[in-house]
């Protein structure tokens, strides 16, 4: 059985891994949304499902009112450490390393190496690289969720873990968290996002085609 097989057998049996609703003593429980957040998602939000203005409600408190607002999406733009944060009505189901709902898609500008974006999306299929943008996204149910995946595709980049290492440590994370362990890797990103104009790739024009314009 290989190693990527045997964390997701392992994880099957896991709670869902929504740190929202996690212990205390683990580090990763975010603050009890504003009594002005819950009244502005009751307001706007009140078709949407429960788990999603829950979310809502949690991330008006931390940033403020989002910057655009539908009513399938809230945007939030440069909402630090986030290049972009934005919060779905509904998501799509994600069985890894629970099943759940990619309702929460974060952003950083980043610079992920030609040969570094196969690994990362053997990792986790919730990792998106924008190479000309210079931009990597992550969509789960949590920001705690976010910023684990975000961490161990640092490490994967930087060459620190291969994607079946950090298959296997992203589960041990969050049984950790489930037990009440200090686990730090979803509590803050561990690298510095750099400004996009440092990241973004814009590629070089084709030869043939510039051959022919001259």
């Known amino acids: 059985m290989s190693m990527r097989t045997f964390v997701l057998a392992g994880v099957a049996a896991c709670a869902s891994f929504n ?3 996690a212990d205390p003593n683990g580090g990763a ?5 504003s009594a002005s957040a819950q009244s502005w998602v009751r307001s ?7 788990s999603s203005r829950i979310l809502a409600a949690q991330l008006v408190s931390r940033y403020g009112r989002p910057n655009e607002s539908t009513a399938q999406r809230l945007t939030w733009y440069d909402n630090a450490p986030w290049k972009r944060t934005t919060l779905y009505k509904e998501g799509p189901l994600h069985n890894f390393p629970k099943a759940h709902h990619d309702i929460l898609e974060q952003t950083v500008a980043y610079r992920v190496p030609p040969d570094k974006i196969g690994d990362l999306i053997a990792y986790n299929g919730s990792l998106v690289v924008d190479r000309t943008r210079g ?3 992550v969509h789960c149910d949590s920001e705690q969720a976010n910023t684990l995946t975000l961490n161990l595709a640092d490490d994967i980049v930087k060459g620190e873990r291969s994607a079946d290492q950090a298959l296997a440590y992203h589960a041990q994370v969050v049984r950790g968290v489930q037990i009440g362990e200090p686990e730090t890797y979803p509590q803050k990103l561990r690298f510095t996002a750099q400004p996009s104009t440092a990241t973004a790739d814009p590629g070089e024009e084709a030869e043939l085609l ?3 314009e001259h």
């Open 19 to 21: 740190l929202a609703r």
């Open 44 to 50: 706007q939000l009140s078709s949407w499902p429960e």
């Open 210 to 212: 510039r051959h022919l």
């Open 135 to 137: 931009e990597l996204s």
């Open 29 to 33: 429980q975010p603050p009890a949304a």
